[in-house]
């Protein structure tokens, strides 16, 4: 994992392609509400080249008031990627249909693996403002076409949060890709990575009537600031009974999977188990690496009713980046 | 997730708060077994040779009573395994749950419609198949099935299996176990495999846009689940013994897999195996009538569909028990259910008193105070020249007039058990849960948790906080859940409480009311559409239960929205069992929902006493 402000970042080279002198074979970036949604595209140095990019959008909130901020944020990224040589093409999904999400990305990523899939080594995904869910059905997408790339991961946290992320809710549903594998002689333990979205949690424990709740407080986190925040609004969960808390690093993609990877050897045998990632994109990718290597576990994602898309986040602080490999 | 105690592990129910509210799936044989109170239940239906629908809220005890089914229990109940199998109606009961995420997976979705009704089927049978080899293996005792009984009902269960689809499941698992010396644990870990083949195809499936054939081994009804249920029958004891598959929280299941489900039921082979289908009524999404037509008709009345487009009709292919009706239909049978559960939990608390009605006293003071108010009320009907029957008479005003005499004095006190049953609006829940928290005030910093009774000014405040939670702290929990779409029916359903509220509170405060004990409306006329998603949201989220009534013109039922009674104490309301309602125009229904004082003030104005009452259907009619 290396890690660099985004101040720092800008006063440096930037961002370069994966393999020294050759143009990355695929650029992935989604378009949103928040104003980091360009960060990793600003900085990508001069030189950096991408064969190809899509930049992805989910349609309802293209269509809400919100709908110009992304727009703008569309064309920016795709016209800093036609800049660097790169074919780009838009992948318009729905956070609200699953189906719609995941063929929008399945369709997007296809049509752009024109040369064929043994020729792709360097994927560069801006996993930033992805909502969970496409950014996991991505990494599931990428494995299947792309088994030989690289994947660099690159994630921009943000300098603070609104007052609320999310609200409301309208189900819960099993992610594309991660059904699990239920023994229906055990019961159900849920493992969440927690952030600031404590109803989100509730929501989610309230529909899978759990035996087990092992909750997760993410430290490190990208900052001292949310870990306090992420303590504080869990703090209500924790009280409850049958609820264990384990601590995960929030801020690195490997380590969050190595824990992941501990606590799912050691409850496995016991119970059938969710994963429910609510932190950062980081440990989102990291459960997605424990799971992609556990396939009894089951990943759920809880659809909110609504995102704060006026004040979801401020600034820019870390560049991130990590790359995961599948190893073939 | 609603528990607010720890899951009590074997002989530690005695222990905890007597009134927790505990996940069934969590409790021990032992446990159930003890907490368990068969009477009011409607138990012997469930227990007969038939299909068996079982609607109910969550919360009413629907999963209790099926657990309490399953051979262990019985066999606690029975005093003896082999003394259960002997006595009337002996069944070998399956607990099924439908857990969130086991059958309702997205990439479901996403298959060819052919495809996916094999393979859900499969799915269920695999998973029926499990519960069953579980059984078999740890609800008796080792030495009750003998180990060649087992081989032989392993090998015909893998029987009905295709040889070659299944071959290399059976390969893999003969890696692990034995089918010769683990019959049963075999089968498991052969269904297990299986269900591992059918969630690597709908992940790959899905990642190659739907083009790939499920290659694996499939089952249906009549080739697999009918004969396994007819080979328990070659295992010793169970001769003749018929298999319950109680399938709970069914409205998880998709409308695909309900339909499965109903369709398995309309082959009428309750000969073998009966199903137990326990399920909220408003999630189960296969009836053939549509929801506004539905809602006024009884569950028992209802058709469901079936795969091919037909239909399976009540009583004819399956009995329907309605879990939530009994208050509705006797509340002297709910009142006594309640009360056999209480001082059942009493008991195995070993708390000092058994009886809930000592545990629960009434306000000393207002009781006699009601009392005195009934003798005048009494005496009133002499002097008005006997109208109707006295009893009748007293009832009707009395209750009324001792709220409106404490108007200024005092607040009404709501403890007391038979009030406590009223304001739990008969879902058991709802009498467990406040009974929990006062319990828990009351022993908080005392020396011993041995009490004999809570003081009602101890009940009033628990159930005061209760009642205010319902209409505040509640409905900001389901503003944080609902999509902004759906907020302004929230608003509008908050307001319209409160114009009922206030206006039910007016009339049974009024010393001239004819008919004080206002608690329920019903509409006439068309209700426009967002009108109608208010009501919904009520009825969903439980502050209405919806219910319907005849028309006096004849020509059918009409919906009859009763408040929840959780609500009387923060709107000081009656809630002893009765239903007075309002008729109200959709243009009023508007109003309450917009402006409550404005609803308030136009139905005073609006409804004189005396001749338009109906003293028998105790309705007010505009």
Redesign the interface.
């Known amino acids: 994992m290396y890690k660099v402000s985004v101040r720092e970042g800008e006063q440096a080279v930037g961002i370069d392609s994966i393999i020294s002198d050759r143009p990355d074979d695929l650029y992935l970036a989604c378009a949103s509400y928040e104003p980091r949604s360009t960060a990793v595209t600003d900085l990508l140095s001069s030189s950096y080249q991408a064969e190809r990019a899509i930049v992805y959008m989910n349609e309802e909130i293209l269509g809400s008031t919100c709908g110009g901020r992304v727009d703008a944020a569309a064309q920016k990224i795709a016209a800093a990627l036609e800049r660097r040589g790169g074919k780009v093409i838009e992948a318009r999904g729905s956070w609200l249909d ?2 719609k999400q ?1 063929e929008a990305l ?1 369709g997007a990523i296809i049509e752009q693996n024109l040369r064929g899939a043994e020729f792709v080594r360097s994927v560069s995904l801006d996993a930033t403002t992805f909502n969970r869910e496409a950014l996991l059905v991505t990494l ?2 990428l494995r ?1 076409h792309f088994k030989r790339a690289v994947i660099r991961i690159l994630y921009v946290s943000p300098d603070d949060h609104g007052d609320w992320l999310s ?4 189900s ?14 055990l ?2 333990a849920l493992i969440v990575l927690s952030g600031f979205e404590y ?1 989100r949690v ?2 989610v ?5 759990p ?1 087990k ?1 092992f909750l997760g407080i993410g430290n490190p986190a990208t900052s001292p600031n949310f870990l306090e925040r992420n303590k504080e609004e869990q703090k209500l969960f924790l009280a ?3 609820i264990e808390s384990f601590e995960f690093p929030a801020d690195s993609i490997q380590s969050c999977a190595v824990r992941l990877q501990e606590l799912i050897e050691a409850h496995a045998p016991h119970y ?1 188990l ?1 994963l429910a990632p609510m932190s950062t994109k980081l440990s989102t990718v990291g459960a997605y690496l424990a799971a992609e290597q556990n ?1 009894q576990v ?1 990943i ?1 994602y809880c659809v909110p ?2 995102y704060n898309v006026d004040n979801y986040s401020t600034g820019t602080k870390d560049l991130y980046t990590e790359q995961i490999s599948y190893g073939e | 997730m609603t528990t607010p105690d720890a899951a009590p592990e074997v002989g530690r129910v005695e222990a905890l708060n007597p009134f927790v509210v505990e996940s069934p799936e969590k409790l021990q044989p032992q446990d159930i077994a003890r907490l368990f109170v068969e009477a009011y239940t409607r138990i012997e239906t469930i227990k007969q040779r038939k299909h068996t629908f079982i609607w109910g809220s969550r919360g009413s005890g629907k999963s209790m009573m099926l657990r309490y089914l399953e051979p262990k229990c019985q066999a606690i109940v029975h005093h003896g395994t082999a003394e259960f199998f002997r006595s009337k109606p002996p069944f070998l009961a399956l607990y099924c749950p439908c857990k969130e995420g086991y059958f309702n997976k997205t990439e479901m979705n996403m298959l060819e419609p052919l495809t996916a009704r094999i393979l859900t089927e499969h799915m269920l049978n695999l998973y029926v198949a499990a519960k069953l080899a579980d059984c078999l293996h740890s609800q008796f005792d080792s030495g009750f099935f003998d180990d060649a009984s087992k081989k032989r009902f392993a090998r015909t269960v893998l029987s009905l299996f295709d040889r070659a689809s299944i071959a290399s499941s059976v390969e893999e698992v003969n890696e692990y176990v034995s089918l010769e010396e683990n019959s049963l644990v075999w089968l498991l870990k052969l269904f297990g495999v299986e269900n591992k083949k059918i969630n690597a195809y709908l992940r790959n499936n899905v990642l190659r846009k739907g083009e790939l054939s499920y290659e694996g081994a499939t089952s249906g009804y009549h080739d697999f689940l009918l004969p396994l249920m007819q080979a328990v029958r070659e295992l010793p004891h169970m001769e003749g013994i018929p298999v319950y598959v109680m399938i709970d929280d069914a409205n998880r299941l998709t409308r695909d897999q309900q339909t499965v489900v109903n369709t398995w039921i309309s082959n009428r082979d309750q000969e073998h195996v009966c199903f137990k289908v326990a399920a909220e009524f408003s999630g189960y999404q296969t009836f053939r009538n549509n929801r506004e037509l539905f809602s006024t008709l009884k569950p028992s009345d209802l058709d469901l569909a079936i795969e091919g487009g037909g239909w399976i009709e009540a009583p004819h292919d399956y009995s329907g028990v309605d879990v939530d009706e009994l208050y509705t239909n006797s509340q002297s049978d709910y009142i006594a259910k309640v009360k056999g559960i209480a001082n059942r939990r009493l008991e195995v608390a070993n708390l000092p008193v058994k009886d809930i009605e000592q545990f629960l006293p009434p306000d000393a003071e207002e009781e006699a105070r009601l009392e005195q108010i009934k003798k005048d009320t009494a005496e009133e009907w002499e002097q008005r020249g006997r109208p109707g029957r006295q009893k009748d008479y007293v009832y009707r005003y009395a209750t009324a007039r001792l709220f409106q005499w404490l108007r200024d004095k005092k607040k009404k006190s709501y403890a007391g058990f038979t009030n406590m049953v009223h304001l739990s609006s008969g879902v058991l829940r709802g009498f467990l849960e406040p009974c929990y928290l006062m319990y828990d005030e009351y022993v908080s910093g005392r020396e011993s948790r041995h009490v004999e009774s809570i003081p009602p000014d101890v009940q009033n405040k628990v159930l005061f906080r209760y009642s205010e939670e319902f209409i505040l702290a509640d409905i900001d929990k389901i503003r944080k859940e609902l999509p902004p779409e759906a907020k302004s029916s929230l608003e509008a359903l908050s307001t319209l409480l409160n114009s009922l509220g206030r206006l039910f509170y007016e009339r049974l405060h009024d010393p001239d009311a004819r008919e004080a004990r206002l608690f329920s409306f019903t509409v006439r006329g068309q209700i426009p559409e967002d009108i109608q998603e208010v009501l919904r949201l009520g009825v969903r989220y439980r502050y209405f239960q919806l219910r319907t009534y005849s028309t006096k013109e004849g020509g059918g039922r009409e919906k009859w929205y009763v408040l929840n009674r959780r609500l009387c104490p923060v709107f000081q309301l009656d809630p002893t069992g009765f239903e007075g309602r309002i008729s109200l125009t959709p243009d009023h229904l508007k109003i309450a929902c917009t402006n409550a004082e404005k609803f308030v003030r136009l139905r005073l104005k609006q409804s004189p006493e005396s001749s338009q009452l109906d003293l028998f259907s105790l309705t007010e009619e505009e």
């Open positions: 699953p189906q995941f399945q599931v997408l299947a609200r409301g809710f309208r819960v549903r099993s992610v594309i890709g991660f059904p699990g594998i239920q023994d229906p002689t019961p159900t109803d509730v929501r424990a309230n529909e899978y009537e035996a709740v409850q009974q049958d059938n969710v396939p089951q759920t009713g609504e």
